[in-house]
């Protein structure tokens, strides 16, 4: 469930990235264009198939976005967080959604039409600059993606996809390196293209070994180097 508000300058608009460099008056003038709204947990922002009707830049929580296969099968792509354009990136020049976007958290997410968003590609060159880039990078990940889920055994998948999550929504306590955001054994099974019997086997052997704690919704890593080591194939 989404309401409107009143525009704030959130720290998340003032610091996305794709928004780095430009003038006060430039930023004011960009987020002038976005209305915020707010999402309950496992709401929907997108939908696969729906007409592209809006994109959002997201300023509070952690969002997945999943897309289903033609057996039926969901996969998350991938896990998005503050400061993340959600919606534009695939849809320029298209007219649906190429995959859902579910909260895995309450969210705050701000609001923009298609239209408002060329018109600020348009003027402010740099915003484009960086969603090329942005562009690139996300192609990037994919091809490696694809890659490890076409050559690599599951356990190094697991192993990698903690690793790349631990750097992005990774908090450092005494404990250890915990995952913040609420992901399921299902949610991994997802991202790492295989099923909850293997991951929930996986991440019970490495409880034994002392490599993570797998809470419900919640992992803590407790030895990064050994996560690191059994991804990049390498003695433990």
């Given at each position: 469930m989404d309401q409107p508000g009143t525009l704030t300058l959130h720290p998340?608009?003032?610091?996305?990235?794709?928004?780095?460099?430009?003038?006060?008056?430039?930023?004011?003038?960009?987020t002038g264009r976005f209305r915020p709204r707010r999402f309950t947990r496992d709401a929907a922002l997108l939908l696969e198939g729906d007409p592209a009707e809006v994109?959002?830049?997201?300023?509070?929580?952690?969002?997945?976005?999943?897309?289903?296969?033609?057996?039926g099968v969901e996969v998350i792509l991938h896990l998005l967080g503050p400061g993340d354009l959600l919606g534009a990136l695939p849809n320029l020049n298209e007219g649906t959604y190429p995959a859902s976007a579910i909260a895995?958290?309450?969210?705050?997410?701000?609001?923009?039409?298609?239209?408002?968003?060329?018109?600020?590609?348009?003027?402010?060159?740099?915003?484009?600059?960086?969603?090329?880039?942005?562009?690139?990078?996300?192609l990037r990940a994919s091809h490696a993606r694809l890659r490890?889920?076409?050559?690599?055994?599951?356990?190094?998948?697991?192993?990698?996809?903690?690793?790349?999550l631990a750097g992005q929504i990774g908090q450092r306590t005494e404990r250890g390196l915990i995952l913040n955001a609420p992901l399921s054994r299902q949610d991994l099974a997802e991202l790492t293209g295989t099923t909850l019997y293997s991951v929930s086997r996986t991440l019970k052997d490495w409880e034994r070994r002392g490599?993570?704690?797998?809470?419900?919704?919640?992992?803590?890593?407790?030895?990064?180097?050994?996560?690191v080591a059994i991804g990049e194939d390498l003695p433990t």
């Open positions: 998340a608009l003032v610091q996305a990235p794709i928004f780095a460099g430009l003038a006060q008056a430039d930023l004011e003038a960009i994109y959002y830049l997201l300023a509070e929580g952690q969002v997945k976005v999943v897309q289903t296969s033609a057996e895995l958290t309450e969210v705050v997410a701000y609001a923009v039409s298609p239209r408002d968003f060329d018109t600020i590609l348009e003027r402010h060159p740099s915003v484009a600059v960086y969603l090329l880039r942005f562009a690139a990078s996300r490890e889920l076409a050559t690599e055994r599951v356990e190094r998948r697991i192993a990698r996809t903690l690793s790349r490599i993570l704690i797998a809470g419900r919704g919640q992992v803590t890593i407790l030895n990064t180097h050994a996560l």
